[in-house]
Each structure stands twice: as C-alpha cells, then as structure tokens.
C-alpha cells in the first residue's frame, strides 16, 4: 500500500510539471516569432472585428498575430498626406477594386487605379493564412494566422519590403 501511494504522489508530480509545458505549436510560435523579431518585424497579438461579412448580422471577431515592418524613410509632408487603409480576406459589400474574397474596413476609393493594381498584385501573392493587410504612416501590417515555417517569414517580408517602397 505504501508503494502504491508513493507511485500515485509521483505521477501525479509528473503529471502536474507535463501540463505547464508548452506544447510543441507553442515552441514552434515562440521560435517563429523571435526570428521574425530578428528580421526585423514587430509581432504582436491582437483582436481585430472586420466588417460584417455578406449575409451576416454581426461582425465576427477574432485573434490574430499582427506581423509589422516599420516605416523608416517617410518624410513627415508625405507622412501628413498618407491615405491609411485596412483590408480583410472575407465577401463583403465594400470591395470596390479588390479582388474577389476582399473587402476595405477604411480606404475605399483612396487610392489611385495604379495604387490598386499594385496592391492586388501584393496581395495576390499572399499565402491563405494572411487575413488581413493594413497600411499606415508608421507601418505596414500583415495579420497572420502564422501556418509557415521560416522561409514564408522570409518571403513576406520581402514582399513587405517591396509594398513599403512604393510608399501607400
């Protein structure tokens, strides 16, 4: 019977320490996260409520890692006249110049036809786990559902780089 206790006192030990640890998704996010640190993003998990979808009545919320490259070389004149906007991956009726599955939460008819086209090439190239795309003076911002090794990391920031130069 005193064996019996000692075992059960054990596993249950075992099993406590087996419970705080972190799964191996969560290893695999905190080692994508600090790479992505290291390439220069800003990671940061956040809420974001996109626009009521086509048929619903309200908007669905949902968790998602924001992946930020700053913007380093905008003068403040270009910064006073920078046209912000936030674009989601779902049907909605504000898709004026999106491709089909996009919808604007702000910036509609702000930018120029070759803005667009330039945006549409940019997000055409996007992998399926990226839900949303923000532009703002101070940064561009990919919402990321992070399904991706390192070398998709390696990819959108490239892309990322490429959308920041053309400066919208």
């Not at 969560?26 to 600090?34: I, V």
């Not at 561009?140 to 920041?164: C, H, I, N, P, Y």
Request: glycine residues 6%; neutral net charge; charged residues 25%.
């Amino acid at each position: 019977m005193k064996w019996a206790i000692i075992v059960l006192i054990m596993m249950s030990l075992i099993g406590s320490m087996m419970w705080v640890m972190p799964t191996k998704r969560q290893r695999f996010l905190a080692d994508l996260r600090m790479k992505a640190t290291r390439l220069g993003f800003q990671v940061q998990l956040i809420r974001l409520t996109p626009p009521r979808a086509m048929g619903e009545v309200e908007a669905e919320t949902f968790s998602a890692s924001a992946y930020r490259l700053p913007r380093l070389d905008m003068k403040k004149e270009q910064r006073d006249g920078f046209k912000e906007w936030r674009i989601f991956r779902q049907e909605a009726i504000s898709n004026e110049g999106l491709p089909a599955g996009w919808c604007w939460e702000t910036g509609e008819r702000q930018l120029t036809e070759q803005q667009l086209q330039q945006l549409n090439e940019f997000i055409s190239e996007l992998p399926d786990g990226i839900r949303a795309v923000e532009s703002t003076p101070i940064h561009l911002t990919l919402f990321w559902d992070e399904r991706g090794d390192e070398a998709v990391l390696e990819s959108l920031k490239q892309k990322m780089q490429q959308m920041l130069e053309k400066q919208f």
